[in-house]
C-alpha cells in the first residue's frame, strides 16, 4: 500500500520521479474524459482562456486546438506540472499563444475580467475551498464568462471514494455540493451532466 499511496497522491501535487509518470498517465488516461467534458461547451469566441490546474499541459493544448484564435494560461500549484505543461506546449508557447506558471487558486494572481472561459479538469478534489477558490474564478472572468468543471468522481461512486480514502485532502464533491458553490461565489447559472455509463460529471457555470 505504500507505495501505490505514495504514486497515487502525486495527484496532488506532481514531485520527483514518482510525479512525472503521474504526469504521463494524466495526460493520456483523462483524455477521453476531457473531451467529454469540453463537449458541452456551448458556441464560444473565446480571445482568453485559463486552465486551471493544467497538470502535465494535454487539456491546454486541446483548447489551444479547438479554440484557435485564443491565448490560454495554464496555471499549476506543481513547479513539475508547470515544467512538463511548458514542455507539452512548447510550440504554442514560442507563437505566443501560451503561457504556463505557478500559481495558487485559492489566491490567483492574474487580472480581473480578464478570460472568456476557465476550465478545471479533475483538480476540485484538492482545492481548499470550493466557494472561496470558486469566488477567485469569477473574479478573474469576463461577465458572461464560462467556468467548465469535469471530474472522474460524481461523489459517490467506490472508486472515488476509495481514493479519498487513501489520498489526503482529496474530496470527491457531488454535482449537488458544486453547483450550490458556484451559485454563492457568484456565478448566475450553473447545468450539468452526468457521463450515462460512468461516474463522470461536468459542470458549466456561467458568471
Given at each position: 500500500?505504500?507505495?501505490?499511496?505514495?504514486?497515487?497522491?502525486?495527484?496532488?501535487?506532481?514531485e520527483g520521479f514518482l510525479g512525472k509518470m503521474m504526469l504521463r498517465s494524466m495526460n493520456s488516461g483523462h483524455a477521453q474524459m476531457a473531451d467529454?467534458?469540453?463537449?458541452?461547451?456551448?458556441?464560444?469566441?473565446?480571445?482568453?482562456?485559463?486552465?486551471?490546474?493544467?497538470?502535465?499541459?494535454?487539456?491546454?493544448?486541446?483548447?489551444?486546438?479547438?479554440?484557435?484564435?485564443?491565448?490560454?494560461?495554464?496555471i499549476d500549484y506543481s513547479a513539475l506540472s508547470v515544467e512538463?505543461?511548458?514542455e507539452y506546449n512548447k510550440g504554442?508557447?514560442?507563437?505566443?499563444?501560451?503561457?504556463?506558471r505557478q500559481g495558487d487558486v485559492s489566491a490567483l494572481d492574474l487580472p480581473a475580467e480578464t478570460y472568456d472561459l476557465a476550465t478545471a479538469f479533475e483538480t476540485i478534489y484538492f482545492w481548499p475551498g470550493l466557494e472561496k477558490c470558486f469566488a477567485q474564478v469569477a473574479r478573474i472572468l469576463k461577465p458572461g464568462g464560462y467556468f467548465l468543471i469535469c471530474n472522474e468522481s460524481d461523489g459517490t461512486d467506490a472508486a472515488g471514494q476509495k481514493f479519498e480514502n487513501i489520498i489526503d485532502g482529496m474530496k470527491c464533491?457531488?454535482?449537488?455540493?458544486?453547483?450550490a458553490a458556484l451559485k454563492d461565489a457568484g456565478f448566475s447559472q450553473t447545468a450539468s451532466w452526468h457521463h450515462e455509463a460512468k461516474p463522470w460529471i461536468t459542470v458549466l457555470a456561467k458568471k
Amino acid at each position: 500500500m505504500g507505495l501505490f499511496k505514495n504514486f497515487v497522491s502525486q495527484t496532488r501535487k506532481p514531485e520527483g520521479f514518482l510525479g512525472k509518470m503521474m504526469l504521463r498517465s494524466m495526460n493520456s488516461g483523462h483524455a477521453q474524459m476531457a473531451d467529454w467534458g469540453l463537449s458541452h461547451l456551448p458556441e464560444l469566441d473565446a480571445d482568453g482562456i485559463v486552465d486551471l490546474g493544467c497538470g502535465g499541459g494535454r487539456n491546454a493544448g486541446e483548447l489551444l486546438r479547438r479554440y484557435r484564435r485564443s491565448r490560454v494560461t495554464a496555471i499549476d500549484y506543481s513547479a513539475l506540472s508547470v515544467e512538463k505543461a511548458k514542455e507539452y506546449n512548447k510550440g504554442m508557447i514560442a507563437a505566443g499563444r501560451c503561457t504556463v506558471r505557478q500559481g495558487d487558486v485559492s489566491a490567483l494572481d492574474l487580472p480581473a475580467e480578464t478570460y472568456d472561459l476557465a476550465t478545471a479538469f479533475e483538480t476540485i478534489y484538492f482545492w481548499p475551498g470550493l466557494e472561496k477558490c470558486f469566488a477567485q474564478v469569477a473574479r478573474i472572468l469576463k461577465p458572461g464568462g464560462y467556468f467548465l468543471i469535469c471530474n472522474e468522481s460524481d461523489g459517490t461512486d467506490a472508486a472515488g471514494q476509495k481514493f479519498e480514502n487513501i489520498i489526503d485532502g482529496m474530496k470527491c464533491h457531488t454535482v449537488q455540493e458544486i453547483e450550490a458553490a458556484l451559485k454563492d461565489a457568484g456565478f448566475s447559472q450553473t447545468a450539468s451532466w452526468h457521463h450515462e455509463a460512468k461516474p463522470w460529471i461536468t459542470v458549466l457555470a456561467k458568471k
